[in-house]
């Protein structure tokens, strides 16, 4: 038996029920059950909530609960919206009990430093930095404006620029701690990680200082982070290879849930020279400079490498300066065909009451392999033949974590509603930005789906 006097089946079975309309924000219990001075077979009285809410709603929901629940229990469902007593008005707003609320996730903060000068958006719609190398390199910022020089000079790029964006992250979000901090990555601080070996190479295995063994674990940045604003809240680093980002992305919605307030989520990567050309090896990357204008012109193997860190508050609250609603968020790991690919797309979409053509623009992360993109090209012609299209990763380049840069990107592109044309990958007109999906993939192993919708103003 629930707190309100309703068996617990059949409370669970009325709150699924209002999980179906996705026009309902709030649902409020009433009356005697709301203040626990009811009697057994009493009504439950209900209060709806929502923009988009009218009496065909209320109606098919009173079909669909009464349906559910025994004799002798019965739902009066009323739309708060259009009752004209005031006192019983108050009186929910007084004595109610919120029984359900719809789930929002909001990204109040973005901000992304990768081999584009994204730290600032208009900047970056201005024009894309050109390159001609084996991989893409990260803009650096001027350190000296965010942190002193002698703290700088210790920490590695990635520790770096991770502190900045989410620095900058949370100052957009009016936030100074965190409920969490969650982190992705799929390589860590390699970079320490190569310094340490090489020394305990050259110094046969003696006189090891732990500095870099110490600053090359892959929660350094999350720790990092909340060392320097003394934050001891919830602090994890997700290591997922192609879903490290996801993963991260994945349990702040949770902790969300949960009812915490604001989290700071981010994912990143770097590269380095000795990294790079180990896995070159194994065709992973491209074997000559490749120039990352020409992304979808290549015919080899191999994708165009990069990196960039990316950081984020969520949070379940809306704000003046609000990017953009994380509507869902999919995980699904080495289809066996494109068709399964299409289905989970069309299925993600449906779970979220929008068909194909309801997608505004869709993102998607060609890295200049072939293989590769062609997954990305046969959705878009089976499923989107019709919808403005848009890519990334000649940006950014690829790597394990380059879905938190296209996040960054698709929240700039919904909030300032602007793309430039150094991004389109056809020639679609785009109407308002109201739903982005982002399809990525890495290497046909790790796919995500993140659907992101334009908050009302």
Request: charged share 25%; glycine share 6%.
């Amino acid at each position: 038996m629930s707190e309100y006097g309703i068996p617990e089946k059949s409370y669970n079975l009325i709150i699924n029920s209002f999980k179906r309309f996705n026009d309902i924000e709030k649902v409020i219990l009433f009356g005697s059950r709301a203040i626990g001075n009811f009697k057994p077979g009493s009504d439950i009285d209900i209060a709806v909530i929502g923009n988009n809410v009218d009496d065909n709603l209320i109606k098919e929901l009173s079909v669909l609960i009464n349906q559910k629940i025994p004799v002798p229990y019965s739902a009066d469902i009323l739309n708060f919206n259009t009752i004209k007593n005031k006192s019983l008005t108050e009186h929910i707003n007084t004595y109610g009990k919120t029984i359900y609320r719809k789930q929002h996730y909001f990204i109040n903060g973005a901000a992304s430093i990768s081999p584009q000068n994204s730290l600032n958006y208009n900047e970056f719609l201005k024009d894309m930095l050109i390159y001609e190398d084996d991989y893409l390199k990260s803009v650096k910022p001027n350190y000296k404006d965010f942190m002193k020089p002698i703290e700088a000079r210790r920490m590695s790029k990635t520790v770096k620029n991770g502190i900045i964006c989410s620095q900058i992250a949370m100052q957009q979000a009016e936030i100074t701690i965190p409920d969490a901090i969650i982190f992705g990555t799929g390589l860590g601080i390699v970079s320490d990680t190569e310094k340490f070996l090489k020394k305990m190479l050259i110094d046969k295995e003696q006189f090891l200082t732990p500095t870099s063994f110490i600053q090359s674990t892959h929660n350094t940045v999350a720790g990092q982070i909340a060392g320097r604003i003394k934050c001891h809240n919830y602090n994890f680093t997700y290591v997922n290879r192609g879903f490290s980002f996801e993963s991260a992305l994945l349990d702040a919605m949770m902790h969300l849930k949960e009812g915490k307030k604001n989290i700071l989520v981010g994912g990143g990567d770097e590269i380095t020279d000795h990294y790079y050309h180990i896995i070159k090896k194994t065709g992973f990357w491209k074997k000559n400079a490749s120039k990352n204008t020409n992304l979808l012109k290549y015919e080899t193997p191999g994708a165009l490498c990069g990196e960039a860190v990316s950081f984020f508050v969520l949070s379940d609250d809306i704000k003046q300066e609000t990017y953009v609603e994380l509507k869902d968020l999919k995980m699904f790991y080495k289809p066996k065909n494109v068709f399964e690919i299409q289905n989970t797309i069309t299925d993600f979409l449906k779970q979220n009451n929008l068909q194909n053509s309801d997608i505004d623009l869709i993102i998607t992360g060609h890295s200049g392999n072939k293989t590769d993109d062609e997954i990305y090209d046969t959705v878009l012609s089976s499923e989107f033949p019709e919808t403005p299209s848009a890519y990334y990763k000649h940006l950014c380049g690829e790597f394990q974590t380059a879905s938190a840069f296209a996040l960054w990107l698709g929240a700039n592109i919904i909030k300032i509603q602007e793309f430039p044309d150094f991004i389109k990958l056809n020639d679609k007109p785009s109407k308002k930005l109201n739903n982005v999906l982002i399809y990525n993939h890495y290497f046909n192993i790790n796919h995500s789906l993140m659907l992101l919708k334009k908050v009302e103003s």
